[in-house]
């Protein structure tokens, strides 16, 4: 059977203990409609929580059912029952808490971007392995479902050598979700594809060379780019393009992924993105030269949002366990970020940029 049918078991793999206290850092927009509502689902125990803003704090409680507050981060580090931090703020917030959090020797799920400067980001990896302490970040499209389902193919050995990749969405945005986004000079790449680029990475590994185009829309006020066009070159050949838009005003946006290899075609749909936050599921299809002439379907029954949210949770406790790396640990992080900045360089100065030259 297993060479006529694949095996797609894409749900995350769980903790055997999943009560250990979480400590949420920030109650905003993230926290309420994906962290809370998958770790409902997961059964996982949320101590307490905090903001800089107490009100946001003291509403998340209550709608979430979670039994403290604490009044500030400082606070909530010296909580006894709390053994994971789960930072959801500001990027150029996360690393003062990440230092203070290694200090209080807790481990930590880290939003994305892990950070905004790269030397931020090799420092916090640092400051963990000193503490001992795990660091995940919050890269879960790896574990939405028809990324996974991918894997899981290239893994059983479906697509065979990989020749070219795509991931393309064409989507309408609504940046008032993230008014503070929309006024940075970051946007795209930083705060959108980075999952895109995260999430090739891990089907495909790191690619040699990255060119990005990044510009706006008409009629854009932002001074950031909010639609890319990028191009990933590997030694062996492969390449990968990723061409995002978010200012798509006609009524067929579409959000792809088409993966091509010497023995199949893997390709399907981003759920999320044809109606961001609620999204729908995603879809997944793929064509093998050992079944020629048909086409797979597989039945995706769970969504990015909220239940891919389980997954670098599960991961980090599941790293806990086991004293071993979480899949999207901060130092793998280093390679997404080395992407993430290679792209804005190359942006800048108009030439393919190899992510080594990132440095901290
Ligand atoms: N993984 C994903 O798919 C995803 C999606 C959306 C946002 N995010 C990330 O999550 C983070 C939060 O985004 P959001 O949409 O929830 O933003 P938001 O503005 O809705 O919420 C951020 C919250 O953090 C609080 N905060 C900021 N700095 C703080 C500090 N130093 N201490 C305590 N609280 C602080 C703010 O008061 C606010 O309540 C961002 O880094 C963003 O990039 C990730």
Known sequence: MADVFPHLDYKPTMPRKLDRGIGLIGAGGIVNYAHLPAYRRAGFKVAAVTDRNLEAAEKTARDHGINKVHANVDDLLKDPQIEIVDIAVYPAAQAEIVEKAAAAGKHMLCQKPFADEFSKAVRNVELASQAK????????????????CARLLIDQGWLGAPFYATIQVHCKTDWS???WIYAGKHLEVMFHSIHYIDSLRYLLGDPNSVFTSGSRAPGETTTAETKTLTVWEYASGLQVLIDVCHSTWTDD???IFRLEGTEGVIKGTIGLMYNYPTGRPDTLEFMSKRNPGYWFSARLDTMWIPD????PMASLMCAIEQNSEPETSGRDNLKTLQIV????????????????EITA
């Open 133 to 148: 302490v795990k660091i995940a970040v919050n890269q879960q499209m790896r574990w939405d479902a028809g990324i996974r």
């Open 177 to 179: 979700m993230w008014p």
């Open 253 to 255: 946006p579409y959000a």
């Open 308 to 311: 891919a949210f389980v997954g």
């Open 341 to 356: 900045f290679a792209e804005y360089k190359s942006m800048a100065e108009k030439r393919a940029v190899r992510p080594e």
